[in-house]
């Protein structure tokens, strides 16, 4: 098992380039994830997922769309970048049933800044 | 909504000694279950222990034991003789009943000197 593997792992970006964060986990989860992390603000959640074709918006999601067309894949879009959005960003993965004691597993995360 | 607060932003240890991390939690969901994660220097988040709220005993993982008091809403992160390796930033997470998402608190940097 691979686990949530995330591709970059680092990224450089000019103010107004889009770019997609690929996300994928072989554990068959059907919950999938993105947080950014900022210092001193822990983990925020962008966007979700509870399954193929499901997606819906977290804490922050503005600037950043989601799909998701299999279960493995959960790519993060960012459409327009902007220097707010320098942050280091999180896929997680986990079984889907609401309010369990599944953990969520993370990728390695990908570092991105915009100049 | 769920919030977590995490009102150490560091913390110093002595190798051996015991550390407990705080966290304070605010929900109105009847049932809910507290996390732990670690992230050390090298950037993984690690899962560390899981609290439901309707568990009777506290967690325990090795040396990682959760001192849970519902009534004043926190789950405290207890480490036992504490080694040069659990130096990190620890996060606590919260999960309602009837939610998937964690939400988490803003970290607590642990260093252990030795």
């Known amino acids: 098992n691979a686990g949530v593997t995330q591709t970059p792992k680092f990224q450089v970006l000019k103010t107004g380039q889009s770019m997609t964060l690929q996300c994928a986990q072989d554990?068959?989860?059907?919950?999938m994830s993105w947080y950014r992390q900022d210092p001193g603000m822990g983990l925020r959640l962008i966007h979700y997922s509870v399954g193929a074709g499901i997606t819906d918006q977290g804490e922050v999601p503005n600037g950043y769309n989601v799909s998701r067309s299999t279960t493995e894949d959960f790519p993060l879009r960012l459409l327009s970048a902007a220097p707010s959005q320098t942050s280091v960003y999180f896929c997680?993965?986990?079984?889907?049933?609401?309010?369990?004691?599944?953990?969520?597993?993370f990728g390695p995360g990908t570092r991105l800044t915009v100049t | 909504a769920q919030k977590i607060t995490q009102t150490q932003p560091g913390m110093f240890v002595q190798e051996k000694e015991a550390v407990t991390l705080d966290c304070t939690y605010d929900?109105?969901?009847?049932?809910?279950?507290l996390f732990w994660y670690k992230q050390p220097s090298s950037g993984e988040m690690i899962f560390l222990i899981y609290?439901?709220?309707?568990?009777?005993q506290n967690a325990t993982e090795g040396r990682y034991s959760l001192n849970f008091q519902k009534a004043r809403k926190s789950a405290n992160l207890v480490i036992s003789a504490s080694q040069l390796g659990d130096s990190a930033m620890y996060f606590c997470a919260m999960r309602g009943t009837n939610d998937y998402k964690l939400s988490f608190g803003a970290g607590t940097t642990v260093t252990v000197r030795a």
């Open positions: 929900t109105s969901d009847p049932s809910y279950g």
């Open positions: 554990m068959n989860h059907e919950y």
């Open positions: 997680a993965s986990s079984y889907s049933r609401a309010g369990s004691s599944y953990e969520q597993y």
């Open positions: 609290q439901g709220s309707y568990d009777q």
